[in-house]
């Protein structure tokens, strides 16, 4: 085999190479993609859930920032795996407290929870509960 016959059949091995090597590339972009929008998507619902329990009880307070938001969140957030979401700290210490703006009382939270169980309707079986 000639030294030219080599060079060749190194170039098309490197170019088999790049081929693989931009295909898994483009694989861990597409999944890195479809993380944050998952990510971005549980961010959203967390977001609506914290404000639709704010206005059953405390309300909503006004926020014109990013920053207020996330110090509200970080007080109604309890949580490990939703604060991580937000990647807010998991302990009091490191914790950005913005006053009057603190979560449910556990007991107000209890007390919700047996309302909302109360104004649920009971699933119909044919027979009728005592």
Do not use: C, Y
């Amino acid at each position: 085999m000639s030294q030219s016959e080599r060079v060749r059949t190194r170039i098309q091995a490197l170019d088999k190479r790049l081929t693989r090597l931009r295909v898994a590339k483009s694989r861990l972009v597409a999944r890195a993609s479809q993380t944050e929008r998952k990510r971005d998507t549980r961010r959203k619902i967390l977001i609506g859930g914290a404000v639709l329990a704010a206005l059953g009880h405390e309300g909503v307070p006004s926020m014109r920032s990013n920053a207020e938001l996330l110090r509200w969140l970080d007080a109604q957030l309890t949580r490990p795996h939703d604060r991580a979401v937000f990647d807010l700290t998991s302990g009091e210490e490191g914790s950005v407290q913005a006053p009057g703006f603190g979560p449910m009382s556990t007991s107000a939270r209890s007390e919700a929870a047996v309302k909302d169980a109360d104004q649920r309707k009971a699933p119909r079986s044919g027979a009728e509960r005592p």
